[in-house]
């Protein structure tokens, strides 16, 4: 009949149209709306970095003061040479160590300086003349006969960027200025070594990419104690009284803090942002019980004792809620009058000299004994007012292991400079910077090359454009880093390096990048069948039924045209 | 003293403990509002205990009846960790049904694993209270802790030990343990490693001399803004609240109860209202 072929038809065209809105229309807008937002990373740029080579480059000044050198040698004189070493630290990462050396002679002025009666006078008067900017130095190669220097040392380390570097007088008969370089080269590389960097320096610093062989004992150990890199650190001074009824104590400690500790602080700017805060804990005792030793009258904690001490204080100790900073924890422990006075004891059973002990990557304890300032026939409880330029000392001393100033001990013949005034000499910080720069570098490239892969990865974290904007940021800062690391700027090397830290952390560490879309299969099954099953079961039948009608009737045709 | 009794601070209250927090605590990826406590502020140097106990299954833990975590995003948190250097060695105990089944999928180095029963089998609890009338520890927990008020600060028993706590003969289940992915040899770590608070100390050997010569800073003298006094304080009228008009959901509701009554009951009992 006429109608149901209508109808057929009728029904056909819905089928196909049906079907064709499905698959036109429908496939793509749920590809749409269930695929995840990931933003454009710069992936190759971050496979570049993945293989870090980086170059440190040092200025070198070679002064020569009159005696030194014969006129002929003094012809060929100034004379500039650039040295350069390689080392393979992994199949990742390789280091280059560029030292741009300039030989001249002293000017008069320099010589004048050179004349004083001590090292470290004229160290101050050659400070006076010129000052050697970040990341260089200068050694002042001086005559045997030369009385800055005593008898048995042959390199004084000053306070600055300078050093004086005694060479023998055999030297000056007859050598060419090539022998003379030659001989002072293994002791010039011992000075450089010292106050720029070394290669055990800079290999801990690269500890985040490259895994420490434990062999070597010494350097891991300096590489546990100190801080890792970050952008500020707190630091907490506090005052335990265990017992205020014997002890009232009194310590100025924002006058010390602004005497002794803040220019140190302030020296370290570029390195880092400090806040310091202080507080007093009263009834707070040390977890372990003190042994008396009647030999000596006084109590004794022993070194393994002093291992459990500081879980149960540091329970104790607020912390600023605000700031994720590293915090350093400085505590000063006044002993009751009961177990006065307290010492600490070493493995040898030998007194502590400073009476203090620190924790890597904590902070340090100080013991500060009183029953020396009354007698026995007081009022308690007694006004104490506590020595802080000796306390000070310590923990002066402390916060400089604890942030990395490597007191390693010097070759022999040389002799360094006591601390200045700051607590810490320009070299010192020079090399603080370059192992710092190194740190953020390793540990940036690290977290962004870590970040790719992971997001590489998981297909399912969605990306969004700030984090993409964060490692641009930070890739372009690494760059940057890494180009003025090659050219010897080290103020702008480390400024960048910071910035790329922060970018990179702040990239990883994005609330956003919870990995929480993870479904197994048969979950992504049960989910998507009850939904799309019975709708396109009636479509794919129809279509089957069309398929089939159409099939049938040009089997027909071809059979009528037979 | 036990080991155990260390102040533990409830910082994280029950409706906290989702899947998600505590992969964001494991990661690192909280907002930046997140305080210090609420935070895992581990480095590479750190050791790092995770115990988790309540029901599971093959591959997942139930967190709060509603939600779980399965084994492979444990150990794709773990991973994450490992690649930002947030531990240094890591000891996973689960205390679950089935629990052997969440440490099989780790994949990153210097993880160390326990569990009280291998897949299939389930865990049984202790001992009942007849007078609560609840089952009060899980028996692999029991023996843990039992095994683990012995322990002292100083003492030298190591993880060999602790593989040995609770034989089937005491769990019923066969407690097991993944070592593989741990780069010490399981007889030289220790079990104050994970569970006393021992740190690393160092004798302080060098001081800076100083001579004593502090600055007399200016004292500034502080005194509190001037309050009202006490009297004024109590006895303030309390605030006129301001009228506002009724809430839409309630004109809503009332419209729909005139419409329905008036189309029921006709118009004209319009004029009993107004």
């Not at chain 1, 009834?283 to 022993?302: C, E, I, K, Q």
């Not at chain 2, 992969?23 to 205990?49: A, H, M, Q, W, Y």
Request: glycine content about 4%.
């Amino acid at each position: 009949m006429a109608t149901t072929e209508v109808e057929r038809r009728r029904g056909q065209l819905a089928a196909l149209s049906i079907a064709a809105v499905v698959i036109i229309v429908g496939v793509p807008l749920w590809w749409r709306t269930t695929e995840t937002y990931r933003a454009w990373l710069p992936v190759s740029q971050i496979k570049e970095l993945a293989k870090l080579q980086l170059q440190l480059s040092a200025d070198v000044e070679v002064v020569f003061a009159r005696g030194t050198v014969t006129p002929e040698q003094q012809k060929k004189v100034p004379l500039t040479l650039s040295q350069d070493e390689e080392h393979i630290v992994d199949e990742k990462t390789a280091l280059w160590y560029r030292y741009e050396t300039r030989y001249r002679t002293a000017t008069i002025m320099e010589e004048d300086a050179l004349n004083q009666p001590t090292a470290a006078e004229a160290d101050l008067s050659l400070h006076t003349l010129s000052e050697s900017p970040c990341g260089s130095l200068v050694v002042y190669v001086i005559p045997e006969s030369s009385p800055l220097l005593l008898q048995d040392v042959n390199v004084y380390i000053g306070q600055r960027r300078t050093a004086f570097l005694r060479v023998g007088t055999q030297m000056r008969v007859g050598r060419t200025l090539e022998q003379l370089l030659a001989h002072l080269e293994p002791q010039l590389k011992q000075v450089l070594q010292l106050m720029s960097f070394s290669h055990a320096d800079i290999t801990a610093a690269l500890s985040d990419r490259v895994r420490l062989i434990p062999g070597n004992k010494g350097g891991i150990a300096d590489s546990m104690r100190a801080f890792k890199s970050s952008p500020g650190y707190e630091i907490t001074f506090s005052l335990l009284n265990p017992d205020p009824k014997s002890h009232r104590v009194h310590w100025d400690i924002e006058g010390a803090v602004q005497t002794y500790i803040q220019p140190l602080l302030t020296k370290l700017a570029p390195v880092a942002n400090f806040s310091i805060d202080s507080q007093t804990l009263y009834y707070a005792m040390l977890g372990v019980n003190p042994r008396f030793d009647s030999s000596r009258s006084a109590y004794t904690l022993n070194v393994d004792s002093l291992a459990h001490v500081i879980n149960p204080v540091e329970a104790r100790l607020g912390s600023n809620a605000a700031s994720s900073n590293p915090v350093l924890n400085f505590l000063l422990y006044i002993p009751d009058a009961h177990h006065s006075p307290l010492y600490i004891h070493d493995h040898k059973k030998q007194e502590v000299p400073s009476n203090a002990f620190h924790s890597p990557r904590w902070g340090g304890i100080m013991v500060y004994n009183v029953n020396g300032f009354y007698g026995s026939e007081v009022v308690y409880p007694v006004d104490i007012n506590i020595n802080m330029a000796k306390v000070m000392g310590v923990f002066l001393a402390q916060l400089r292991l604890l942030l990395g100033v490597q007191s390693s001990s010097p070759p022999p013949g040389f002799l360094v400079a006591p601390c200045s005034s700051t607590g810490l000499a320009d070299w010192e910080l020079d090399r603080l910077m370059w192992s710092r720069s190194v740190e953020n570098v390793a540990t940036a490239t690290t977290t962004i090359t870590s970040l790719a892969q992971l997001l590489d990865q998981i297909s399912n974290i969605v990306i969004n454009d700030n984090i993409a904007q964060q490692v641009s940021s930070a890739v372009t800062s690494l760059q940057l880093a890494v180009a003025e690391l090659e050219a010897g700027n080290l103020g702008f090397a480390l400024q960048y390096s910071k910035e790329a830290i922060l970018a990179s952390e702040r990239a990883f560490f994005d609330p956003s990048l919870l990995h929480l879309l993870y479904f197994p299969d048969d979950q992504k099954f049960a989910i998507y069948i009850p939904i799309f099953l019975p709708m396109c079961v009636p479509i794919l039948l129809s279509l089957l039924k069309i398929l089939s009608e159409a099939r049938q009737k040009h089997r027909e045709k071809h059979a009528k045209k037979e | 003293c036990s080991v155990l009794l260390i102040k533990m601070k409830q910082r994280i209250r029950r409706k906290d403990v989702t899947v998600e927090n505590f992969l964001r605590v494991l990661t690192g990826r909280l907002p930046p509002s997140t305080p210090r406590s609420k935070r895992l502020l581990s480095d590479d140097r750190s050791n790092i205990l995770i115990y988790l106990t309540g029901h599971g299954g093959n591959g997942f833990l139930k967190f709060q009846d509603s939600e779980e975590i399965s084994n492979v995003e444990l150990a794709d948190a773990f991973e994450q960790m490992w690649q930002k250097r947030r531990y240094n060695e890591l000891l996973f105990i689960i205390d679950t049904c089935q629990g052997a089944s969440m440490y099989e999928r780790f994949y990153s180095p210097n993880l160390m694993a326990l569990a009280s029963s291998q897949v299939g089998e389930d865990s049984l609890s202790h001992q009942p209270d007849l007078a609560i009338g609840v089952h009060l520890m899980d028996r692999y927990t029991f023996y843990l802790l039992e095994f683990l008020e012995d322990i002292h600060p100083a003492s030298k028993t190591n993880m060999n030990d602790l593989f040995k706590v609770c034989p089937k003969s005491q769990c019923v289940s066969t407690p097991g343990h993944r070592t593989n992915l741990f780069l010490r040899d399981p007889g030289s770590v220790l079990i104050t490693d994970f569970f006393g608070s021992v740190r690393k100390v160092e004798i302080t050997m060098e001081t800076i001399n100083f001579t004593d010569h502090v600055k007399q800073l200016q004292k500034e003298t502080y005194s509190y803004v001037d309050q009202l006094p006490v009297s004024e304080i109590i006895h303030q009228k309390p605030k006129q609240k301001d009228w506002h008009p009724p809430d839409g959901f309630i004109l809503g509701l009332w419209t729909l109860i005139l419409l329905v009554f008036f189309k029921t009951y006709g118009i004209k009992h319009l004029k009993h209202i107004f």
